[in-house]
């Protein structure tokens, strides 16, 4: 059985959308998907993003679209894998503009649960995924409810860096007011588009620059 719980202040922020329709049918979906074939991640860390970065400590949004589809990859945090677990291309590509723009050396482990713990949202569009199959859960609902997520941000929030990479992610622009909030947009990390644009985008040093100019103590990359 898929525990559908989130354990901070995220639970009231989206209690009316766990309670529409299309939320019940959603979790009727992944709760058969579960039951018959191979899931990432495991159910416990669906909500990790949410868990690991309460609403109230929200600064920073970075924006992905389906979980890795690998074992032992996907713990419910985009662009993040596990500790132990070879770092994906994409992951490898922000490491590198970490590198390039604050001098950061690549760290021991790919698990962002770090920056989670900052303040920094790492949500995926899609929480779960089919092993071995991309995009097997898109249009079943996570859409719908991550998009939710993202407006209660833009709504209720201020002052909040959202990281949008790729045309995917760049979408979601039309949900967020600038003038309430910073938006920092490039071609994704992944290998096809990072040397178009991605590398050499300083969205860290951009965000720490932005967060600090308010106030708010800056992320430790």
């Given at each position: 059985m898929v525990a559908f719980q989130i354990k901070n202040d995220w639970s009231s922020v989206l209690q009316e959308e766990f309670q529409k329709a299309y939320f019940n049918d959603l979790k009727a979906f992944v709760q058969e998907e579960y039951s018959k074939e191979?899931?990432?991640?495991?159910?416990?860390?669906?909500?990790?993003?949410?868990?690991?970065?309460?609403?109230?400590?929200?600064?920073?949004?970075?924006?992905?679209?389906?979980?890795?589809?690998?074992?032992?990859?996907?713990?419910?945090?985009?662009?993040?894998?596990?500790?132990?677990?070879?770092?994906?291309?994409s992951l490898r590509n922000i490491f590198k503009e970490l590198k390039r723009d604050l001098d950061i050396d690549p760290p021991f482990s790919g698990n962002l649960e770090r920056w989670a713990d900052q303040g920094v949202l790492l949500l995926n569009a899609t929480l779960t995924v089919r092993q071995g199959q991309a995009g097997s859960h898109q249009k079943k609902g996570w859409e719908t409810f991550t998009d939710a997520v993202i407006q209660k941000i833009a709504e209720e929030k201020e002052g909040v860096v959202f990281m949008l990479w790729g045309a995917f992610a760049q979408k979601k622009s039309s949900m967020i007011d600038e003038n309430k909030h910073y938006i920092l947009s490039s071609v994704h990390p992944s290998p096809l588009s990072a040397h178009r644009g991605f590398i050499g985008n300083e969205h860290f040093s951009l965000a720490n620059k932005y967060l600090d100019s308010r106030g708010e103590s800056v992320i430790q990359w």
């Open positions: 191979i899931i990432f991640p495991h159910p416990d860390y669906i909500f990790n993003a949410f868990n690991r970065c309460s609403f109230k400590d929200t600064k920073v949004v970075i924006l992905g679209q389906d979980p890795y589809h690998g074992l032992g990859q996907a713990h419910g945090l985009s662009f993040s894998v596990l500790d132990g677990v070879a770092f994906p291309p």
